[in-house]
């Protein structure tokens, strides 16, 4: 499996960017995939996972309201959009996959099997 970020950029406070991530490999649709960022000085952290079907998501508390995760399992894509964007969202972004489907452990990285190699987004006030 590889994943690859792609999207990120400079916008403004209160802008917005739509992330993408491609995976190459099979059965797509069976992963959970998950968006974290790292920002400089920081931990990484977790930003939002969808699982395999796309019916379900979950957002960390930060980006609720803000950010929507998506998927299309037609194309092995997921995305993040990201609306009303503010300085403290400006990290670098992973996009990640776990072969273990959906549960509690979605918010950790230690989920996660594969990850991309990461997007920056730089939020100017």
């Known amino acids: 499996v590889q994943l690859q970020a792609s999207g990120g950029g400079l916008v403004q406070a209160g802008g917005s960017l739509r992330l993408s991530c491609t995976f190459s490999g099979r059965n797509f649709r069976t992963y959970a995939m998950g968006w974290f960022r790292q920002a400089p000085g920081k931990e990484r952290e977790f930003v939002a996972a969808i699982i395999g079907s796309g019916g379900i998501t979950h957002y960390a508390d930060s980006v609720k309201g803000r950010f929507t995760i998506s998927r299309d399992n037609a194309k092995n894509t997921v995305y993040l959009q990201m609306n009303s964007l503010e300085p403290e969202d400006t990290a670098v972004y992973y996009c990640?996959?776990?072969?273990?489907?959906?549960?509690?452990?979605?918010?950790?990285?230690?989920?996660?099997?594969?990850w991309g190699q990461g997007t920056q987004v730089t939020v100017s006030s």
């Open positions: 990640a996959a776990a072969t273990e489907g959906w549960d509690y452990r979605v918010v950790r990285e230690d989920k996660y099997d594969y």
